[in-house]
Each structure stands twice: as C-alpha cells, then as structure tokens.
C-alpha cells in the first residue's frame, strides 16, 4: 500500500497487547502516528493490563480490552473473541498497526484484523504474510542485530509516513494526583520509591539484597524510602522492609495515575527491569534498574539512569525463569553499588534534598 493511503486513514487501531511497560515504549509511535495526518484517532487495542494505563497517554483514545489468547499471560477464556471482533468491526478503522516484540509474531493479530475487515494492516513480520498485511516491514530481528524496543516501533511507523523525534509524549497526571503525592513525601529529606517486584523471575533482584539498599538509604543517607508493588507482590514487600528493620510505607496495588504521580514526585526510583522503571523513563525521574540481562532492548529510553547488571555467559537469554537457576546477573549487584548510584543521581541533580520540591 502507498503511502498516499495511510495519509488518509484516519480511525487507527494500534494493536500492543502485552504489558504496562510494553505499551509506555510504544508510546513515542503512537504519538508519531497521531501527529502525521491532522484529525486522526488513536485507538488501542490492549491487554487488561495495558488498559490500566491508556488514560495517561495523550495521544490514545478509548481502548479496546483484549486477553488475545495467543498472548503469553492471557487468562484461560477471558475474553470472548467474537465479541471483541465484532467490537472491532462495527468501529469501522482505516488501519491497524500492529506492534511486537521480535519474538511474537504479527500474524495472529494480523488474521484479527483482516477479518475484522480493516484495509490497511502493517506490522514488522519475520514470515511472508501474503494477504495479511498489506504494508510488510521485514522483521530481521535478531539475525541482523537488534534495536531498543522504542526505536523498533519507531521504525515500523516512520515506515507509514509517520516519522518523529521519539520524545517521550507527555504523560496526563490530574492535579488531585499530584496533590495526593505530595502529601506521600516527607519534606526536607530525599525521596527514594522502590519497586521489589517484576512479573517474571528472572527479573527480580533478590529481596535480601533491596532490604539491605533500603537500609543503607535510610540510616546513611536520610532517605525518606516507600515501597511499591501489585497486590500479589505485597508479601515481598514486607519481606524486604522487615529484612531491612525499617518502618517504610508499603503502597500496594495503586492504580495507574497515582503510582505515576509518585514516580513524579520522586527523587530517584529504584526498581527492576518492569513498568515503573518506563514510567520514571517517560516522566523524567531519575531511576536506577536492577536489569536483568534477559533482553536489552528494554533498558529505560532517553532517561537519566543507571542500568546495573552483572555480566554472565548466558546473557541475553530471554527467559521469564532463569534457565540456568542462579540468577547471578541480578544476585551479583552489590547493593553497596545500587546504593552509590542512587546517590549518584541525586548529586547530579544538584539537590540531594528534592527534585523540584515535587
């Protein structure tokens, strides 16, 4: 398809239906796609948990729900397929652009869209689609090198006549937000927020090792500390501040603008590789990323960060359960070292005390 006809399309289905963190990076492009043709609607199809942070993106419309069951976290039926696609085709799109991680393929969500009769379909493939898609960039990820996952949605939209900076698009935060973080913070003290947890194994730096930064942070450096985290991660928050001897706030189970608005707030976040680590990237807040080595491409775009790992043979593994079952790039962090690069940061920020007095 030319690009003469994505120009005109105006009601745009942007496919991303993994995670929080997934959908933050492919903001950028989506913001890309909404400022190329004057007038045009974003609408996303995503995940439940993708959902939970469409409101804060500017440049999305209401979202579509969507538990693909191709998707590797989708619930046994918790969706109804036909339901969706009927959604889907009674909204009439233009296009549908169709984002991936290089391991997923596009060809499932492509089947959905064509038979839920959008004309223009585009997605980075590995395979031939035939008809498909009707606009094909060649997927020669990894054969050919990899690229950071923002830049891999850039690309795909540039490809549509929707080329851009890659800027972080502004993210929306209410006042009464804004407000509620402010009254979190104790004045006068730097504000550190630590995030334990991480959907996958791989990627959770050891709870013996952040009670031992939270620690440090508090009785060394007058760190004011909060931890965050789901519901179901509330246990190893309270490990890690018993562990620690510390009477930190344990902030469970925030929705979306709230833990947004303290991530704001904060001085520097302290977290795994997950999607706090993408909100603090997309909000400017300094972060320090325990990162696991399993993928590269997800370290925190254009952010004012410190990326720890310990290196390891089996590097760039890209497994949700180490396969090797010692977790050394993430247990071999010092927290001495996580310690140093909070600091770090606040130095640089030249005001160890706050950021901007949130």
Not at 77 to 82: E, P, V, Y
Not at 143 to 152: A, D, F, L, P, T
Not at 320 to 345: K, M, N, Q, W
Request: include cysteine; glycine fraction near 4%; aromatic fraction near 6%.
């Amino acid at each position: 398809m030319t690009a003469d006809a994505w120009g005109r399309a105006q009601r745009v289905l942007a496919v991303r239906l993994d995670g929080i963190g997934d959908l933050l990076m492919t903001a950028p492009a989506m913001a890309a796609l909404k400022a190329a043709v004057p007038g045009r609607v974003i609408t996303p199809l995503v995940s439940r948990a993708g959902a939970a942070i469409t409101s804060l993106l500017p440049d999305c419309g209401d979202p579509i729900l969507y538990e693909a069951p191709w998707m590797k976290h989708a619930p046994l039926m918790a969706t109804s397929d036909q339901a969706v696609l009927e959604r889907v085709r009674a909204a009439r799109f233009d296009a549908a652009v169709i984002f991936t991680v290089f391991s997923q393929s596009a060809l499932p969500a492509a089947l959905f869209c064509h038979l839920a009769g959008i004309p223009l379909r585009a997605a980075h493939c590995r395979e031939n689609p035939y008809q498909l898609l009707t606009t094909w960039i060649r997927d020669t990820e990894p054969e050919s090198g990899i690229r950071h996952e923002v830049q891999r949605q850039l690309d795909l939209v540039a490809a549509l006549g929707a080329a851009a900076d890659g800027a972080h698009p502004p993210l929306r935060l209410s006042a009464a937000a804004r407000d509620w973080a402010r009254r979190v913070r104790l004045p006068g003290r730097p504000f550190v927020l630590i995030h334990p947890g991480a959907s996958a194994p791989s990627r959770r730096y050891p709870p013996e090792s952040f009670a031992r930064v939270l620690r440090a942070l508090e009785r060394e450096h007058r760190a004011f500390c909060v931890l965050t985290g789901i519901a179901e991660e509330r246990g190893v928050m309270a490990s890690v501040r018993e562990q620690a001897a510390s009477d930190a706030p344990l902030l469970w189970n925030l929705d979306p603008e709230r833990l947004a608005a303290l991530v704001e707030c904060a001085d520097v976040v302290v977290t795994n590789n997950t999607g706090p680590a993408h909100l603090a990237a997309a909000l400017q807040t300094p972060v320090v990323v325990l990162y696991a080595l399993t993928n590269p491409q997800h370290t925190p775009w254009r952010a004012r960060a410190r990326v720890l790992s310990a290196d390891v043979p089996c590097r760039s593994c890209y497994r949700s359960i180490c396969p090797s079952g010692h977790h050394r790039c993430l247990r071999d962090i010092d927290p001495r070292t996580v310690v140093a690069a909070v600091d770090e940061l606040l130095r640089d920020a030249g005001d160890s005390v706050s950021r901007a007095l949130c």
